[in-house]
């Protein structure tokens, strides 16, 4: 996966969840749904036919306990708010992981070598 296909892919992921949670507003249960799950096996999918175990860790992490995809970046992945989390090397030096770029300039190296 290119920087560019990772940065459309960000962008519909956080569109697709941005339409679950305001169907969660209206009473729609769409995460309890076999749509939502169908989804997620996707995503899943996805994830690990191109970036290593480290790699997918690390976008799970990032989308859903570093950040809130939704509120904490713009459509346009500007971020809104900076990560909840820190994350560090195997030294204990900060690595940044605040924007969407940040994400990328560390998942570019967590390819799996089977393409």
């Known amino acids: 996966m290119n920087k560019s296909d990772f940065i459309e892919f960000i962008k519909s992921f956080r569109k697709a969840h941005k339409y679950c949670d305001k169907l969660t507003e209206v009473r729609l249960p769409i995460y309890?749904?076999?749509?939502?799950?169908?989804?997620?096996?996707?995503?899943d999918k996805l994830i690990k036919s191109h970036f290593n175990e480290e790699g997918v860790d690390t976008f799970y992490w990032f989308v859903y306990e570093n950040h809130?995809?939704?509120?904490?970046?713009?459509?346009?992945l500007n971020t809104?708010?900076?990560?909840?989390?820190?994350?560090?090397?195997?030294?204990?030096?900060?690595?940044?992981?605040n924007t969407i770029e940040d994400l990328w300039e560390y998942l570019k190296d967590c390819t799996n070598d089977v393409q």
């Open 80 to 97: 809104l708010h900076k990560g909840r989390l820190g994350m560090f090397d195997e030294r204990g030096n900060p690595i940044l992981m």
């Open 32 to 43: 309890e749904s076999d749509l939502f799950d169908s989804y997620c096996k996707l995503i």
């Open 68 to 76: 809130d995809i939704v509120s904490d970046f713009d459509d346009d």
